[in-house]
């Protein structure tokens, strides 16, 4: 099993920035992929940014040029830098991974974000 924790969500107004983390724990050997989700009330979940092999990257179209997905193998932790906050960046912010070999997918337990003044 993989355990992945978050934090590092909160309170913070429009423009600010915030750094969410996940650390990984458990058997972690074969997680190749992983990403930040958000699920913002009555919507579905999103993939807002993910992280593979610890350098190819990608985002969705709404925080491009404004959050920043990177890795620490010595941590096992990944982060997500999200600058230049928006109310409709508010949502829950869940961490996924991806066991590459067992075909298996985990997620975190999600870290409320709250953009508003």
């Known amino acids: 099993q993989v355990q992945l924790v978050e934090s590092g969500g909160g309170l913070v107004q429009p423009g600010g920035s915030l750094r969410l983390s996940c650390a990984a724990s458990g058997n972690i050997f074969n997680i190749r992929a992983m990403a930040w989700y958000r699920q913002a009330p009555g919507k579905q979940r999103e993939l807002v940014a993910h992280i593979t092999n610890g350098v190819m990257t990608g985002y969705a179209d709404s925080v491009k040029g404004r959050f920043t997905i990177s890795g620490d193998n010595a941590k096992n932790t990944v982060y997500l830098q999200m600058n230049s906050l928006r109310p409709e960046d508010t949502a829950v912010y869940y961490c996924?991974?991806?066991?590459?070999?067992?075909?298996?997918?985990?997620w975190g337990q999600g870290t409320l974000v709250t953009v508003s003044s």
């Open positions: 996924h991974a991806v066991d590459v070999t067992r075909d298996l997918e985990f």
